[in-house]
């Protein structure tokens, strides 16, 4: 059932029962005001019954019934015989025997019914005459006649509401959900593909113009990730293929006739080094999957930074070596942080592969871990190189970002390493951060809220060079 639909039912629904309660209340302050009434002019005629009495003390009532309306008045003796009334009393009494009697003793008001009809009845002893009742009555067939006839108003006026009401709702809300329906629409006739502007945003300044300001927003994020998605398989198959290719090229070399022993080793071992790239590519690829996911484990335990950031080091060395650089290790004395030492240290290793391609021979590669306040952890991996390209630093930590378009593997592989190591640190509540220095070369920081188990002060710690 459409929204309009159900808050026209709902509409009616509650004009309906307010209609009824609200009626109920009327006809009922209604009946008992009308009663009110009679009963109040029941009193004033049965003060008057005497008058009522001939004078020779013989009835003088009549037989007639009488008029819709009209109040008669009887005082029966205690015999139960009609001693006089006004005209049209008749001559039976208006009151059974037991009621009579009950008269007798003191003052009644009911309702009883006589050939069909209501009446309205009042008795009392009679003043100075012992047993004798005094009987005021009236019909309410008048009364009766006039609360069915405001009912039967009500309910006719009542319907006439209740429609109203539920038609009324029904165009308030198909007009107030028309500009929705529009929003529906433009948005159902858009493509993924479609380079259009999004939805338009009424004038309005309500609910509706938010609501399309929010669509749009939510088509240029849709829009964006699908072209970042695109961009993904696009760059992912570029770094796939010249591996592929490469190790398709060394193994069809090595399956010609005539190949050496040395030949036939040395395409192994480049075909070796094509599958190690191809795996390493493929596990960055998997990090980063399971990072968008939030499935990325972070396993945390108290760990000690020097040793943490030592055993970086260590790794890092023979390539260091080779480079003519050397590493640099400064943690304070017993700076200890829980975090997943095997995660934060493939973030520093990565971090060191990158300032390993760019340090200039004979200078050190920093790696540092310092405490921020007294539980913020802050790991930085800084060199002398020349530095980031002040265009390429807000896009540094984009999947496939390089600082030039070359897609070589001496100048930065695949461009993943920075994606991870902002992935590591988001899966640490945290977030990474570069920048250049003023005196050259760039620094790499991971910053993790809420790690350090012990801070200790900012002492500059133990200096390992290796």
């Known amino acids: 059932m459409s929204i309009r639909l159900r808050l026209a039912g709902v509409f009616a629904l509650v004009s309906t029962v307010l209609f009824t309660v609200g009626g109920w209340l009327f006809v009922s302050q209604l009946s008992a005001s009308l009663q009110g009434t009679i009963d109040a002019q029941l009193a004033v005629q049965l003060a008057q019954a005497a008058r009522v009495l001939p004078a020779s003390g013989a ?79 009236v019909s309410l067939e008048t009364m009766d006649a006039t609360l069915r006839h405001v009912t039967r108003e009500l309910l006719v ?50 609910e509706i113009a938010a609501l399309a300001t929010t669509m749009n927003q939510l088509l240029d994020r849709i829009r964006g990730a699908l072209a970042q998605q695109r961009a993904l398989v696009a760059d992912a198959s570029h770094e796939l293929r010249n591996p592929f290719a490469v190790l398709s090229g060394e193994l069809e070399l090595a399956a010609r006739p005539g190949r050496s022993r040395t030949e036939l080793a040395l395409a192994v071992e480049r075909a070796g080094e094509e599958t190690a790239r191809l795996a390493r590519l493929t596990e960055q690829l998997l990090t980063l999957a399971r990072s968008d996911e939030d499935r990325l484990p972070a396993d945390r335990e108290p760990t000690g930074l020097l040793r943490l950031l030592t ?12 480079a003519g650089a050397r590493c640099e290790v400064r943690v304070p004395d017993g700076l ?25 021979s004979g200078t050190p590669i920093v790696l540092s871990a310092r405490a921020a306040g007294r539980t913020d952890l802050v790991i930085e991996v800084s060199d002398s ?82």
Do not use: K, M
Not at 191 to 203: L, Q, T
């Open 59 to 137: 009835p003088t009532t009549s037989s007639a019934g009488p008029a819709p309306g009209e109040y008669v008045v009887q005082v029966v003796d205690g015999h139960g015989q009609v001693r006089g009334g006004s005209a049209d009393a008749g001559t039976s009494p208006l009151l059974g025997a037991g009621d009579l009697q009950r008269a007798a003793r003191g003052r009644i008001l009911e309702t009883v019914a006589a050939e069909g009809e209501r009446e309205r009845v009042l008795a009392a002893p009679l003043p100075g005459h012992r047993g004798w009742v005094a009987v005021a009555g």
């Open 157 to 206: 006026a009542g319907l006439v509401l209740v429609l109203g009401a539920g038609f009324g709702a029904y165009g308030l809300a198909r007009a107030a959900l028309s500009p929705v329906e529009r929003l529906r629409r433009e948005v159902a006739e858009l493509s993924e593909r479609e380079d259009a502007p999004g939805v338009r945003v009424p004038r309005t300044r309500d």
């Open 311 to 322: 055993r970086s080091a260590d790794h890092a060395a023979a390539r260091a070596l080779a």
């Open 336 to 360: 200890t942080a829980t975090l997943d030492p095997d995660r934060i240290g493939e973030a520093v290793d990565n971090l060191v592969d990158n300032a390993l391609r760019f340090a200039p």
């Open 385 to 466: 190189g020349p530095g980031f390209p002040v265009e390429f630093l807000p896009h540094a930590f984009e999947r496939f970002a390089r600082p030039d378009s070359s897609r070589a593997r001496r100048d930065g592989g695949a461009g993943l390493g920075l994606s991870i190591v902002e992935a590591i640190a988001r899966t640490h509540g945290g977030r990474a951060t570069v920048h250049n220095r003023p005196e050259g070369g760039s620094v790499v920081a991971l910053e993790l809220p809420g790690c350090v188990s012990e801070p200790t002060a900012s002492a500059p710690g133990p200096r390992s060079d290796l």
